[in-house]
């Protein structure tokens, strides 16, 4: 099974700010990586797929880069309804795996 | 718009069964993909099952393998899970996703629906 290592787990920052969350996987997947974003006691929402795709309807603030193993989602000028668990998962092969969750706090 | 309403999450005994389903619309449920993803009480994500659009393969995690099958009724645009021998662990939500494909064909969630809790408990 593909592993998916996901950091960090926490990060606090600030309205205004940029992040960044990184995912490596533990082979190469190409670019079949998703992000999606959990706000507490509702489902996932996809984000991007195909690593650097922008779902339809999801501003563009969200972005994601890389291929292969490594991997990055970036959310520029975070506002209050940013602060969110974020899962990246690769779709490469099944069994699907999920990283282990990047929880957004405000500073 | 798209729409999938999970239904059957239920506090269950250790060694009991349960079915899932995740009614569809707002989209041409035959010609999709499907999952089921599942979420223990304060922890991450799981994917558990997925299947394709007519039915003819399905896929498995390990952990529910040889316990859970999962199916598709295309006329009722409704997926199921149907789970036997439930242990604690599975104790979950249990979210039903449709899986979109990408430009290169590779399916990934695009929708999910809003969940159904699972208790697997003495």
């Known amino acids: 099974d593909i592993q998916m290592t996901q950091s960090p787990s926490s990060l606090s920052a600030s309205v205004g700010d940029r992040v960044t969350i990184t995912c490596r996987a533990s082979?190469?997947?190409?670019?079949?990586l998703a992000w999606f974003q959990q706000k507490p006691g509702k489902a996932p929402k996809s984000l991007i797929y195909a690593a650097s795709s922008l779902q339809s309807g999801v501003p563009s603030k969200f972005s994601g880069s890389g291929s292969g193993t490594d991997f990055t989602f970036t959310i520029r000028s975070l506002q209050p309804e940013d602060f969110a668990t974020y899962y990246c998962?690769?779709?490469?092969?099944?069994?699907?795996?999920f990283g282990q969750g990047t929880r957004l706090e405000i500073k | 718009e798209v729409q999938l309403l999970e239904s059957g999450g239920f506090l269950v005994q250790p060694g009991g069964s349960l079915r899932l389903s995740c009614a569809a619309s707002g989209f041409t449920f035959s010609n999709y993909v499907m999952s089921w993803v599942r979420q223990a009480p304060g922890k991450g994500l799981e994917w558990v099952s997925s299947i394709t659009s007519r039915g003819g393969s399905t896929y498995y995690a390990d952990s529910v393998k040889g316990r859970f099958t999962i199916s598709r009724d295309n006329s009722k645009n409704t997926l199921y899970l149907q789970m036997n021998s439930l242990r604690a662990e599975d104790t979950a939500v249990y979210y039903c996703?449709?899986?979109?494909?990408?430009?290169?064909?590779?399916?990934?969630?695009?929708?999910w629906g809003q969940g159904t809790l699972v208790t697997v408990s003495s």
């Open positions: 082979q190469g997947i190409s670019s079949y």
């Open positions: 996703a449709k899986d979109g494909p990408d430009s290169s064909g590779f399916y990934y969630h695009d929708s």
């Open positions: 998962q690769q779709y490469n092969s099944y069994p699907f795996t």
